[in-house]
């Protein structure tokens, strides 16, 4: 039946459908037509590894919920403030956002001076999930807990040394923030990432140490390490035996943090999509299965919820530093 044929009431039904179409708010016209050309994800770190994986990993699973590319473009360097810096200063038209990782509640922490401002400068989209932090011994070490740790270096405070990955590292922060919250003297013995520090933790030469627990798995396994605790707030879905810190240390929490963030004046209707459509993609199963094999935990928060987080790491880190006396130099 053509137009013309159709009676008053069919018509004029059409027409209103035809102008509730047209008064579709901008935020639904953006919703569905939103991303037509590829997508640009900025990657502060590296090719390879488990951070430019995911990072890959959600890119492909994304650019086929799309039909769209999303290009990986990996600006390393300045502890995650070459590529923090590109996406904060690309256009806010939703084909550019990027990965953030630890340093970017770290960083305006203990840094007096940023080239961006990490609370004015971002769109927040959605937290991906939490490295797990390990806390990891030698087995010469007379302590297979927290509680036994807290009371062997209660007895000889200022003995009993501690590896981190290196100054300003989530591990670093991880290991200051139990000397804070256990009234704990354990000297710092930074490291220039997982090789080095592994070194001279497995032949005992140091004897506890703040790993990523994707790394010290194989040793702990080996029984060449053991596992005292994780870092992380609650217990890792991935590994539920595994205590953590906090349940010995009240108050104790900390994440090595991945999330994934866009430059500030996206528009609103864009970012809606852009974060919803990221979160669909890393709840997908096959997705949580790859993370949590990397020894990543899976959040997949709201944006709302991710702005909160930032905010509260950055207060809490900033007090962990007083407290510890740590400072990055600018």
Not at 210 to 238: D, T, Y
Request: hydrophobic share 45%.
């Amino acid at each position: 039946m053509t137009t013309s044929s159709c009676s008053p009431d069919i018509r004029r039904r059409q027409w209103l459908a035809a102008t509730a179409a047209l008064a579709l708010s901008p935020a639904l016209r953006a919703q569905a037509t939103y991303p037509q050309k590829p997508v640009r994800m900025i990657v502060p770190m590296p090719p390879g590894g488990a951070t430019d994986g995911m990072a890959r990993l959600i890119a492909m699973k994304l650019g086929e919920r799309w039909g769209q590319s999303v290009v990986v473009e990996n600006r390393a360097g300045a502890g995650a403030i070459i590529g923090t810096q590109a996406i904060a200063r690309a256009a806010p038209d939703g084909y550019t956002f990027g990965l953030v990782i630890s340093s970017h509640t770290i960083n305006p922490a203990l840094r007096s001076t940023l080239p961006y401002d990490t609370l004015k400068d971002f769109t927040p989209l959605t937290q991906l999930g939490s490295a797990v932090i390990a806390l990891v011994a030698h087995p010469s070490l007379p302590a297979s807990d927290v509680p036994g740790l807290v009371k062997l270096v209660r007895a000889e405070p200022g003995r009993l040394e501690y590896a981190s990955l290196g100054i300003g590292t989530a591990t670093h922060v991880a290991g200051e923030l139990l000397k804070v919250k256990a009234g704990l003297d354990m000297p710092h013995v930074p490291y220039n990432g997982s090789a080095p520090a592994y070194n001279d933790l497995l032949p005992g030469r140091v004897k506890l140490g703040f790993v990523i627990l994707e790394s010290a798995l194989p040793h702990i396994q080996s029984g060449r390490l053991k596992l005292l605790a994780i870092a992380n707030g609650q217990r890792s879905p991935a590994h539920p035996d595994f205590p953590t810190i906090g349940e010995s240390v009240p108050g104790y929490a900390y994440e090595s943090i991945f999330g994934f963030v866009a430059p500030a004046g996206l528009p609103v209707d864009v970012a809606q999509k852009l974060s919803a459509d990221l979160i669909a993609t890393i709840k997908r199963p096959d997705v949580v299965q790859q993370m949590n094999a990397w020894g990543t935990d899976v959040v997949a928060s709201t944006p709302a919820q991710f702005d909160a987080f930032i905010r509260r790491e950055i207060d809490s880190t900033r007090s962990v530093a007083k407290s510890a006396g740590i400072k990055l130099m600018d």
